[in-house]
T-cell receptor
Framework: GMPVEQNPPALSLYEGADSGLRCNFS?????VQWFQQNHRGRLITLFY???GTKENGRLKSTFNSKERYSTLHIKDAQLEDSGTYFC???????????FGSGTQLTVMP | GPKVLQIPSHQIIDMGQMVTLNCDPV?????FYWYKQILGQQMEFLVN????????KSKLFKDQFSVERPDGSYFTLKIQPTALEDSAVYFC??????????????FGAGTRLSVL
């Protein structure tokens, strides 16, 4: 299978709702990053994790290398959260980030 | 946050011509990357560059592609000659470290390359 599988491919939320995205890895990864790609195509770095959990405002991300997954949780969704969210993981011995296929998030009023 | 600048934002070129995409990475970063995204598809790694050398490249990094960063100026991706399938958005990224530690990559806004 794909080295990085991201779910769901698309997600619609009402303002104020909470939800989560998930990436599963086919092999052990040493780190993961989460990005938001806005409607202009710009990639905004949200998190870098080598392990554990990080929070930033309404966003929280967890990376479990041993269990081969990472999650991104969005709390109290706002209209400006709309965009495509990508996880990207780096395996040992490689420089490259392997991107998931993205989750297209639409937040509705 | 740290800013990576890419110039130009859009480039239109005839098939067979040469094109150079320019990237101004974050000032204290040492590792530089190019990624390619075809419309509606996921981001794919092209190449990583450090200390004047290509460290890793993918199969998408064809022989027609080259990268350099002469004298600490722009980090460039050159395609010579261009082909129709090179049409995509090319993202430059940079990081302070190459692996281990906080290897956070910061991306530019992309250069949309249209090969006609």
């Amino acid at each position: 299978g794909m080295p990085v599988e991201q779910n769901p491919p698309a997600l619609s939320l009402y303002e104020g709702a909470d939800s989560g995205l998930r990436c599963n890895f086919s092999t052990t990864m040493k780190s993961v990053q989460w990005f938001q790609q806005n409607h202009r195509g710009r990639l905004i770095t949200l998190f870098y994790l080598a392990q554990g959990t990080k929070e930033n405002g309404r966003l929280k991300s967890t990376f479990n290398s041993k269990e081969r997954y990472s999650t991104l949780h969005i709390k109290d969704a706002q209209l400006e959260d709309s965009g495509t969210y990508f996880c990207a993981a780096q395996s040992s011995g490689s420089w490259q980030l392997i991107f998931g296929s993205g989750t297209q998030l639409t937040v509705m009023p | 946050g740290p800013k990576v600048l890419q110039i130009p934002s859009h480039q239109i070129i005839d098939m067979g011509q040469m094109v150079t995409l320019n990237c101004d990475p974050v000032s204290n970063h040492l590792y530089f990357y190019w990624y390619k995204q075809i419309l509606g598809q996921q981001m794919e790694f092209l190449v990583n560059f450090y200390n004047g050398k290509v460290m890793e490249k993918s199969k998408l990094f064809k022989d027609q592609f080259s990268v350099e960063r002469p004298d600490g100026s722009y980090f460039t991706l050159k395609i010579q000659p261009t082909a129709l399938e090179d049409s995509a958005v090319y993202f430059c990224a940079s990081s302070r470290t190459g692996g281990g530690g906080q290897n956070t990559l910061y991306f530019g806004a992309g250069t949309r390359l249209s090969v006609l």
